[in-house]
């Protein structure tokens, strides 16, 4: 049975002061978490992209820099390379492009929450995490509009408060939590989904 409601895709964006909260909140991730994770860092266009290596190191999941056209997998972090929006396509397909910097960005949070938003539905967990700017807040939006759920680092638990104030103006009925307990709401958000499936045959 697939009626949308197993919550099987987390987006996550951050910029300034993001690393160390995506470190906290990936450290708490099942190891066996059925959904795959996509993760949006406003990052220098060029430059080493250590961000793949950092998030393996903190936690039990894998982390990998997203790659065109590939399916993402369950228990599998996929992160946007510098320069390039990773969107989601049809199928869980990945899908990087240099189109046009949204809010200043490119990879852009608000690219990715919408894409997800768009092709996935109820089935979408989307987290703001630290950053400066509103990058993340239209596409969280977005995000709940499809039914999904919304996740935004309180404020003042982030080094960088801007991205979780604009989230929070626009979303004012999402999950308000620190760093240190996104992992456990992440990983109770799906359990549950998966489990209501299953009650009722899936």
Do not use: K
């Not at 197993?6 to 951050?14: C, E, L, S, Y």
């Not at 990715?112 to 989307?126: D, N």
């Not at 239209?138 to 039914?147: C, D, H, K, R, S």
Request: aromatic share 2%; glycine share 10%.
């Amino acid at each position: 049975m697939d009626d949308g409601r197993h919550r099987d895709v987390v987006v996550i964006g951050a910029s300034a002061g993001g690393v160390e909260a995506l470190r906290v909140v990936v450290a708490s991730l099942n190891a066996r978490l059925v959904a795959s994770v996509y993760v949006v860092l406003h990052l220098p266009r060029t430059g080493p992209h250590a961000l793949p290596a950092i998030l393996s190191r903190a936690g039990p999941l894998r982390a990998f820099p997203a790659v065109n056209d590939q399916v993402g997998r369950p228990g599998v972090i996929y992160v946007a390379p510098p320069d390039h929006h990773l969107l989601l396509g049809p199928n869980g397909r990945m899908r990087l492009t240099r189109d046009i910097a949204v809010n200043g960005h490119r990879p852009s949070v608000d690219a990715l929450f919408r894409s997800a938003a768009e092709v996935r539905g109820e089935r979408v967990i989307a987290v703001v995490l630290s950053g400066a700017g509103s990058d993340g807040a239209e596409g969280l939006a977005a995000v709940v509009e499809a039914g999904g759920a919304a996740i935004i680092q309180d404020p003042a638990d982030a080094q960088h408060p801007s991205m979780p104030e604009a989230a929070l103006s626009l979303v004012p009925a999402a999950w308000v939590c620190p760093a240190d307990t996104i992992g456990d709401m992440i990983n109770d958000l799906v359990t549950a989904s998966g489990e209501t499936l299953r009650e009722q045959g899936g």
